[in-house]
């Protein structure tokens, strides 16, 4: 079995995993229809699940009988498949120190795509500082195949400078810094005063084309330029990256927008929290005209150990 494996570490997408899960299904968007492409489903990113989302298998948990019909149909895809993937799209996360030492043992990937490193990391709790966190994560660089590519957000100091070290290949939406894929003009798009999705325009150096979102808002959509950074190491023209993302449907709890009772409109992004995902949900609120009332219901940011006091403090007083 041969094929390209990209990995994706949620940064702001890291900070934030369900945003990890939105820029790893963009990605699936926007290379299925040129390429074989299985992603990783759910949120399938340890030790065990990149294995099940390799095999396209199932999580047997606790049946004996699931994980002995796992191996058979292991056998099977290993030696006989014929329609494997060409292209793997996996996400991988970290719990515990070790973690990503221990995945990248044997998972060499082709392309690692990495969206953010946070002040405050979300899994922050089981390691002795942020820096530790981020010392964990940059594993998953180490273990690129000899030709292998770094795709980061250049927006984030911290990664411009992991960037140095490897191959690598840049998006954002900063105008004052030069990406090879660039993100601006976001807005978001009304009917009759009421959000029905957003607009941006994607870039790459002289190449400009119009997106459109519907039913989802928000400035991670903006982090929909990693997906169209991996689209053009594979040589897909932008406008068909920008095509394939228009009829993208984001993913439910992600910004996603709900109709609701007497004449309200419900944003719902409650798939998880961290302190960057708080201030961006807030920052979008915020943003929204033509709003007689916004009310925010915000619930707790899990896993930032000795940090969670100030940061619930911090997220509490920006809002």
Not at 169 to 178: A, M, N, V
Not at 221 to 240: E, M, S
Not at 247 to 253: C, K, L, M, S, T
Request: aromatic share 8%.
């Amino acid at each position: 079995m041969s094929c390209h494996v990209i990995v994706l570490y949620h940064g702001l997408n890291g900070s934030r995993p369900h945003l990890s899960i939105s820029t790893k299904d963009a990605i699936f968007t926007v290379l299925k229809d040129t390429y074989r492409t299985r992603k990783s489903q759910k949120s399938f990113n340890s030790e065990i699940g990149v294995p099940l989302s390799i095999l396209a298998l199932p999580n047997a948990w606790d049946s004996v009988w699931g994980w002995t019909q796992n191996i058979v149909d292991d056998f099977f895809i290993a030696f006989f498949s014929r329609e494997y993937p060409q292209v793997l799209v996996l996400e991988v996360g970290v719990d515990r120190p070790g973690d990503m030492a221990s995945i990248t043992k044997w998972l060499k990937p082709d392309i690692v795509v990495m969206t953010r490193l946070p002040d405050v990391p979300v899994h922050v709790e089981y390691f002795g500082t942020p820096e530790a966190v981020v010392a964990e994560k940059m594993e998953l660089t180490k273990a690129l195949k000899p030709d292998g590519v770094f795709i980061y957000n250049n927006d984030d100091p911290k990664l411009q400078e992991v960037a140095k070290e490897v191959r690598q290949k840049s998006f954002g939406f900063s105008r004052y810094l030069e990406s090879h894929f660039t993100a601006s003009e976001d807005k978001v798009i009304y009917n009759d005063d009421v959000p029905v999705g957003m607009s941006l325009v994607l870039s790459h150096f002289t190449e400009k084309v119009t997106m459109r979102i519907e039913g989802s808002i928000g400035i991670q959509h903006n982090y929909t330029i990693a997906a169209a950074a991996v689209a053009g190491h594979f040589d897909i023209p932008l406008q068909k990256v920008a095509t394939a993302l228009a009829g993208h449907v984001p993913a439910p709890g992600r910004m996603q927008i709900i109709p609701g009772l007497k004449h309200t409109i419900i944003l719902d992004d409650t798939y998880n929290a961290s302190p960057v995902a708080m201030e961006l949900a807030l920052q979008t609120l915020g943003e929204i005209r033509g709003a007689k009332r916004k009310i925010a219901v915000l619930g707790d940011m899990m896993e930032l150990g000795q940090y969670s006091s100030n940061e619930h403090e911090r997220i509490g007083a920006l809002a």
